[in-house]
Nanobody, 122 residues
Framework: QVQLVESGGGSVQIGGSLRLSCTAS????????IAWFRQAPGEGREVVAS??????TEYKPSVEGRFIASRDNANNLYLTMNNLKAEDTAIYYC?????????????????WGQGTQVTVSA
């Protein structure tokens, strides 16, 4: 059973930076797809960044150039967020999928972290 535990959220001023971490335990195949999602109050869960089994990464257009998703050799996940904006405020989730095809829909992901709050304000 895979378990994902997130950390690194918090409150930051507009223009600031945060780095989210997602520590993975249990059996994890390096070919698993990974993703970072976020959910703002009253909104649905949306994908922020997704990485396929080959390591190719795609980003939500509004975070392109500001966010960087990565994975280390131990299959821990990271999301580095720079130049944060108020609209980035949300609960952020890491997720892994044994198989991912096409668009990274929520239902494709088998394992989820508990979520970590990111609040960006003036």
């Amino acid at each position: 059973q895979v378990q994902l535990v997130e950390s690194g959220g918090g409150s930051v001023q507009i223009g600031g930076s945060l780095r989210l971490s997602c520590t993975a335990s249990g059996y994890i195949d390096s070919t698993y797809c990974i993703a970072w999602f976020r959910q703002a109050p009253g909104e649905g869960r949306e994908v922020v960044a997704s990485m396929d089994s080959g390591g190719s990464t795609e980003y939500k257009p509004s975070v392109e150039g500001r966010f960087i998703a990565s994975r280390d050799n131990a299959n821990n996940l990271y999301l580095t967020m720079n130049n944060l904006k108020a609209e980035d405020t949300a609960i952020y989730y890491c997720a892994e999928a044994r198989v991912c095809i096409g668009y990274p829909f929520v239902h494709q992901y088998d394992y989820w972290g508990q979520g970590t709050q990111v609040t960006v304000s003036a």
